[in-house]
């Protein structure tokens, strides 16, 4: 089993920053890709950012393209999104997931595994 726990989220004003965390255990997968998602209320759930295992491929959804920025630590087997610029539209429950495999898809089917979610709130 693969467990994902987000946190760092938070309610913040409109241009500020906050940076997300997600601790994975359990059976992580040697190769795998890391990702975050975003769902907001009535709304379809939103690829944001994802990240190879050996950082060869990351890759953003265009509305966070040159604000937000994955990184993760495969050594504490931990992934974060630093988010900066925040905006109203960007607020949703976020969520961290995994994969065991190499994939370049922005379609939450792609990923296997979940984490609860952390709730970002951008007032404006």
């Known amino acids: 089993q693969v467990q994902l726990v987000e946190s760092g989220g938070g309610l913040v004003q409109a241009g500020a920053s906050l940076r997300l965390s997600c601790a994975a255990s359990?059976?992580?997968?040697?190769?795998?890709?890391m990702g975050w998602f975003r769902q907001a209320p009535g709304k379809e759930r939103e690829f944001v950012a994802a990240?190879?295992?050996?950082?060869?491929?990351?890759y953003y959804g265009d509305s966070v393209k040159g604000r937000f920025t994955i990184s993760r630590d495969n050594a504490k087997n931990t992934v974060s999104l630093q988010m900066n610029s925040l905006k109203p539209e960007d607020t949703a429950v976020y969520y961290c997931a995994l994969t065991g495999k190499s994939t370049l898809s922005h379609d939450p089917r792609a990923y296997d595994y979940w984490g609860q979610g952390t709730q970002v709130t951008v007032s404006s």
């Open positions: 990240m190879w295992w050996n950082g060869v491929s990351t």
């Open positions: 359990g059976r992580t997968f040697s190769r795998n890709t």
